[in-house]
């Protein structure tokens, strides 16, 4: 079964940046659409963005269109999200996970996921 295991969260002040890894494990070759979401203490899970199968056409939730990039690494076997510009209301636990279905619309439903990295913003 596909693992998936985030890297690279941390603190920074507002306005700074940090870039999420996301990679999948090495047993399967499969390269899924994969998603990146966050849920802060309290809230419900947010979708943040997502890529198609292989790592391409990305697809942002409004909150992060603008600030956030994502992107896929076939060879690497991982998805990025690039987040710059990052604000408090940012501060949540970050996850990627493997989506149910296409990485398109605003509506994306996910299986396997990994453990979460956190992310703080804060001054």
């Known amino acids: 079964q596909l693992q998936l295991v985030e890297s690279g969260g941390g603190s920074v002040q507002p306005g700074g940046s940090l870039r999420l890894s996301c990679h999948l494990s090495?047993?399967?070759?499969?390269?899924?659409?994969i998603g990146w979401f966050r849920q802060a203490p309290g809230k419900e899970a947010e979708a943040v963005a997502c890529?198609?199968?292989?790592?391409?056409?990305?697809n942002y939730a409004d909150s992060a269109k603008g600030r956030f990039n994502i992107s896929g690494d076939i060879a690497e076997r991982s998805v990025f999200l690039q987040m710059d510009s990052l604000k408090p209301e940012d501060t949540a636990s970050y996850y990627c996970?493997?989506?149910?279905?296409?990485?398109?619309?605003?509506?994306?439903?996910?299986?396997?996921r990994g453990q979460g990295t956190q992310v703080t913003v804060s001054s």
């Open positions: 996970a493997v989506l149910l279905g296409s990485c398109g619309g605003t509506y994306w439903p996910s299986s396997v």
């Open positions: 090495a047993s399967s070759k499969a390269f899924p659409p």
């Open positions: 890529v198609s199968t292989g790592g391409v056409r990305p």
